[in-house]
Nanobody
């Protein structure tokens, strides 16, 4: 059974850090680009960051540049999103997704084939 499982979310104060993980089972990630998306309450889901299948190329939405880092460990079949200097506006459910797509289209959710169930990130004092 193909499955993506996110973990690492939680409650953190502004300025704090979290590292999200996205572990795949039933298939290997090394052929896929990976995207991280988030959905805040009352808002549409938005793409946050993505990484190519090789890990050689990454993209970040402007609001997280310099604060978030996406990485992948194909040997562990896992992708990470390191989030530093968190702000209240980073609050939301974070999802990972995989697909065979060009990185320039990585914020288009319809390009992805599999999605995780999401992990809640809450940034609040």
């Amino acid at each position: 059974q193909l499955q993506l499982v996110e973990s690492g979310g939680g409650l953190v104060q502004p300025g704090g850090s979290l590292r999200l993980s996205c572990a795949a089972s039933g298939f290997t990630l090394d052929l896929y680009a990976i995207g991280w998306f988030r959905q805040a309450p009352g808002k549409e889901r938005e793409g946050v960051s993505c990484i190519s299948s090789s890990g050689g190329s990454t993209k970040y939405v402007d609001s997280v540049k310099g604060r978030f880092t996406i990485s992948r460990d194909n040997a562990k079949n896992t992708v990470y999103l390191q989030m530093n200097s968190l702000k209240p506006e980073d609050t939301g459910i974070y999802y990972c997704a995989v697909g065979k797509l060009l990185l320039r289209r990585c914020y288009a959710s319809y390009e992805y084939d599999y999605w995780g169930q999401g992990t809640q990130v809450t940034v609040s004092s």
